[in-house]
């Protein structure tokens, strides 16, 4: 592979030109002094890819590079198309690391299974692994429909295709821009009438969950979350994970970054999953569930389906 130079001291315009020979000699002259320099370039020879393709399972799904707002637009249209034909219910925001294994899995699981029949709605995630498989995999054992809006990339499987080992495709949508998942994730909230029960759940997560949760608690607080209605959101405390971050903004407080009392308007904590389950019947006038109300202990006999 060679380059081609041509240069004047006169105009500060340096042309080159590519070509995908081995070897190419390159003249460098200038216009004024009519001198001409030759040197061989040897470099190998390069490949180059205008997309990023990614694989999983057989399947693979390219990402085009973004090439207008449209495109971005068409896809929050899907996201929104996507939640009118299921229906607006419960979100769950969550870290896609804690596998079945974890405990965190199991509480979650225990929890979108009972929100799912409280509430009798729409169960919402990233539709990735994690505590979003947990959510997803209480809802289904529920009877009750599940959606969710997946993203290009991951810190976990699934991801980067359009693959899903269990759901339906018709039942999520593959996102490649992270701003388009944001407003599906946030409009399938939203309250227009008083028979929607919709809810925030924000489980324990890294920096994507955090992300996800602060600017839906920036929009409940600049009211621009677009509900007619009130939404509520709940932080899921579970074995302490947040009480670090609830410390700091005891701190925001203090020095004045937040008012007294607000951020404890915007969000529930709830330190386990009966505190959830009674403050979301209160909030909606209902009775909480006839099942075992106890938390972790009673989950694990649950039986959690990963077909």
Not at 49 to 60: T, W
Not at 125 to 154: H, R, Y
Not at 176 to 192: E, I, N, P, Q, T
Not at 259 to 286: H, M, P, R, T
């Amino acid at each position: 592979m060679g380059f081609a130079a041509v240069s004047t001291i006169s105009m500060a315009n340096v042309f080159l030109r590519s070509s995908y020979h081995h070897q190419k000699d390159v003249n460098l002259g200038s216009c004024m002094r009519k001198e001409t320099w030759g040197f061989n370039l040897y470099l190998p020879k390069l490949k180059y890819q205008s997309r990023i393709s990614f694989c999983c399972k057989n399947e693979s799904i390219d990402f085009e590079e973004r090439t207008s707002p449209n495109e971005v637009k068409k896809e929050i249209e899907q996201c929104y198309e996507l939640i009118h034909r299921l229906g607006r219910g419960v979100v769950y925001l969550g870290s896609s690391r804690m596998g079945p294994g974890h405990p965190h899995y199991i509480k979650t699981f225990e929890l979108g299974n009972k929100i799912a029949t409280l509430l009798d709605c729409t169960t919402w995630s990233g539709a990735g692994p994690g505590l979003m498989d947990a959510a997803t995999q209480g809802a289904l054992q529920a009877g009750k429909p599940v959606g969710g809006f997946k993203i290009g990339k991951e810190a976990g499987e699934w991801t980067a295709t359009n693959f899903h080992p269990y759901l339906p495709s018709e039942s999520y949508l593959t996102c490649r821009f992270f701003s388009a998942r944001k407003h599906g994730l946030v409009d399938a909230v939203v309250r227009c009438r008083s028979s929607e029960r919709t809810a925030v759940v924000a489980l324990p997560g890294g920096f994507g969950t955090l992300d996800e949760v602060f600017e839906i608690m920036a929009l409940i607080q600049l009211e621009r979350i677009g509900s007619q209605l009130p939404v509520p959101l709940l932080l899921m405390n579970y074995d302490s994970f947040y009480s670090n971050l609830l410390e700091f903004l005891n701190d925001c407080e203090k020095w004045g970054t937040v008012s007294k009392g607000e951020v404890d308007s915007l969000w529930k904590i709830c330190n386990n999953n009966s505190e959830a389950l009674d403050y979301l019947a209160e909030f909606y006038c209902l009775s909480t569930i006839e099942t075992s109300r106890k938390d972790s202990e009673s989950s694990e006999h649950l039986r959690i389906n990963h077909g």
